[in-house]
């Protein structure tokens, strides 16, 4: 992607998603196309959208109705990391470099295989960084990669191999992440299975 240059067109873009424009600008591109590529969704203060008999039945089921302004807007925490993915993220061509004695075409048949987990954004791929380690994949992540469903955004699948399972518990009783699991050598069935549970 090529950088764009700083422009008050920028900040106003920015100020009108809830965030700022400042440096790093390449990251502020990638969060510009990350929103530009989801689906719209507008909401705004939930109480003032409901009637006082909705907001009691509601509070009687449990639900919290309260507006919460010191907490992190999910929406915005979920573009920054898709944000971060796109603005990490390889090209083919830079995965084949990396990976070393392969080209990008066949980059993109492991992406077609999903044993290489990508992103396609305007027409290009993007394979998240956390696949790789600094001689090449992560062991066995093709075969966990093929489990996963291919439903699942890029966010959801990044969160989920960097979240600490109990169910992998490392020889020290403390608990892995599947990624970490991985990286460690470890069985890589008990990941895929729960990759296709997912």
Known sequence: MPQRHAHPADDRYFQTHGLSARPPRA???AL???IDSM???LY???LHELTPPEIALLRRAGADVEEHPDRDDPVATYVAAFGAILATGLTPAQAAARLGGITSVRVR???RERTLYAVRVDGRWKIPIHQFVHDGLVPNIGAVNAAVPNTLDAVSVLRWFTTPDPELEAPDGHALSPL???KAGMDPAPVVEMASAL
């Open 39 to 41: 689906h719209r969704t």
């Open 109 to 111: 048949q492991m992406i």
């Open 44 to 46: 705004g203060p939930s």
């Open 32 to 34: 510009q196309q990350a």
């Open 27 to 29: 990251l502020n591109a």
């Open 180 to 182: 970490d699991w991985l």
